[in-house]
């Protein structure tokens, strides 16, 4: 679990400096208002989700588990996109794309990390 950990925190604390970064080159149209706060929560759900899920001694109800934690984190995600956009409407498409970006790659890391965890535990 510590080498997630370690990369969720490298993470963290580099996307953030990273898209100001990039929008100072230009590469990016705009810095997202909700920045800090979409990559923390992003973070924390992804890290609490992995932990759970680490953790769980089951491995034959692991998938359904995983399903449950997919949904539940997507109605979250839900409302706070909706509250995003309606608190920051024009620059919504920014808030978003970046949220979505997040979304992909933390839950590419936390795939990665369950992966290796369950291909090594014992079949039912």
């Known amino acids: ?15 953030p400096p990273a898209v100001t970064f990039a929008f100072g080159r230009g590469w990016l149209p705009g810095v997202p208002g ?6 923390w929560l992003v973070a924390f759900v992804t890290t609490v989700m992995f932990i759970y899920l680490y953790r769980s001694r089951s491995t034959s109800y692991f998938v359904r588990l995983y399903m449950f934690s997919i949904a539940v ?12 956009i309606l608190k920051d409407r024009p620059g919504s498409a920014v808030n978003v794309l970046y949220f979505l970006a997040l979304y992909f790659i933390f839950t590419a ?9 369950i291909s090594r535990a014992e079949r039912p």
């Open 34 to 39: 909700f920045l800090f706060e979409t990559t």
């Open 73 to 84: 984190k997507l109605l979250m995600y839900f409302a706070y996109c909706l509250i995003m």
């Open 109 to 117: 890391v936390e795939i990665a990390f369950l992966y290796r965890r």
């Open 1 to 15: 679990m510590g080498p997630f950990l370690i990369v969720m925190i490298i993470l963290t604390a580099g996307l």
